[in-house]
């Protein structure tokens, strides 16, 4: 079966993601071992990052310790070493537990896998506008070390479970418990609550989907490897702030006339005279649209992919080709100027039809030569333009060289 043939089945499943749902052999063993593979460069990736506070946690049994980051930042998992057996030269018979989060802003081959997974799901179930975003679990540390939880209202999860042993998860889909608001409750007494829920074997390959009124916790007794995805549906307010956000930094990069004194006299009717609420609108829905079309050139990751600073501008001549899970949108800033889309980024360039034409044609699967793009854009681009232009390109992976 294809992912999307699984996705439309998981889809009607969950009643619309409403309802727990487990989806069977999601995964193929192909897919199992290339994600393990991923997740091992994206380890990597966070130790040479420097930045060791941010988004790991690891737990030993069943206590937070920080302290034991160092054990990972100390020894990273060699080439050839697997991460349960780097795991087991760590933690030896400690009971543990490493959540790393955000896993997308650390290796974009990682994203570039995940992303085709779940393609077919945001066909069929739409682009939340909070984006998505990835973490892992990788332990034998039994039960979720944070106790029976929920997630924040909107953010529904999915876990795939890429064994090698099987992992039971545990829902109470319970009007009462739904009801709780969001990190108001949390439960510890899990075997207490255990006869009350309801479980599901996960077997290598499988994946769960849990809605995020649903509390929820999952067993890992035997040494495991998941990654979760977060598909976050914001809150309106939460939007609007995201959007206010959005126009302030797009303010700071354009010039805007001064607003005249007020006098001290003035009184508070007249006071939005000094508001062009037309202009404020207009700033908003330019906001709304950059946002979207960062999360559509980018697959739905809100987070946008890691610029690869170290590759090199191939030797011409070349062919250049886009990959469709990531195609470029874009849209017109001003007269002269175009803002392109690639992988969450935005890059502005000169406003040329030829250059809408060559976008297309990267978006529909096309391969464009070297000398094609030359000839397209040198009546109107600088050899040093359209060197940046693809320089671009290629360090957001936009696009592969053939």
């Known amino acids: 079966m294809t992912y999307k043939s699984i996705w439309n089945t998981s889809y009607s499943n969950s009643s619309q993601l409403t309802k727990p749902t487990n989806i069977v052999q999601l995964l193929s063993e192909q897919d199992i071992t290339t994600i393990k593979s991923l997740l091992k460069d994206v380890i990597l990736s966070f130790i040479k ?3 060791h506070h941010l ?4 737990f030993i049994d069943k206590t937070l310790r920080n302290d034991a980051i160092s054990r990972i930042i100390d020894s990273p998992p060699s080439k050839d070493c697997s991460l349960e057996d780097w795991s087991q030269q760590l933690f030896k018979d400690e009971k543990f537990g490493m ?8 290796d974009n081959s990682f994203s570039e896998k995940a992303a085709n997974i779940v393609q077919p799901l945001l066909q069929k179930a739409g682009l939340p506008l909070g984006g998505l975003s990835f973490l892992c679990f990788i332990g034998n540390y039994g039960f979720t070390p944070f106790g029976i939880h929920k997630e924040a209202s909107g953010e529904e999860g999915f876990l795939f479970h890429l064994g090698p042993e099987v992992k039971q998860f545990y829902t109470w889909d319970d009007p009462n418990y739904n009801k709780i608001k969001h990190n108001t409750q949390v439960f510890h007494d ?3 609550m255990l006869p009350t829920a309801t479980c599901y074997e996960l077997a290598p390959g499988d994946a769960m989907f849990i809605p995020h009124q649903v509390f929820h916790i999952a067993n890992s007794s035997e040494f495991s490897i998941s990654f979760v995805m977060d598909y976050v549906k914001p809150s309106k307010d939460k939007l609007d702030n995201l959007l206010a956000q959005k126009v302030v930094e797009m303010s700071l990069k354009t010039s805007s006339s001064y607003v005249e004194t007020i006098p001290l006299e003035a009184s508070s009717s007249s006071w939005s005279s000094y508001i062009d609420s037309n202009q404020f609108q207009h700033k908003i829905n330019l906001a709304l649209q950059h946002h979207i079309y960062s999360l559509k050139s980018n697959a739905g990751l809100i987070n946008p992919s890691v610029l690869n600073t170290k590759i090199s501008f191939p030797s011409p001549p070349f062919t250049i080709k886009g990959k469709s899970t990531f195609p470029i949108f874009y849209m017109q800033s001003t007269i002269n100027i175009i803002t392109l889309f690639m992988r969450g980024h935005s890059f502005n360039y000169k406003n040329v039809p030829q250059l809408i034409k060559l976008i297309s044609k990267l978006n529909t699967g096309e391969q464009i030569p070297y000398e094609e793009l030359l000839s397209s854009l040198s009546n109107t681009y600088e050899l040093s333009e359209i060197f940046g232009l ?3 390109l290629l360090r957001t992976e936009t696009i592969t060289v053939i």
């Open 49 to 51: 990052s420097k930045e």
């Open 55 to 58: 988004g790991l946690k690891i």
């Open 99 to 106: 959540v790393l989060n955000a896993l997308e802003t650390y």
């Open 190 to 192: 899990v075997e207490g």
């Open 390 to 392: 693809i320089d671009d």
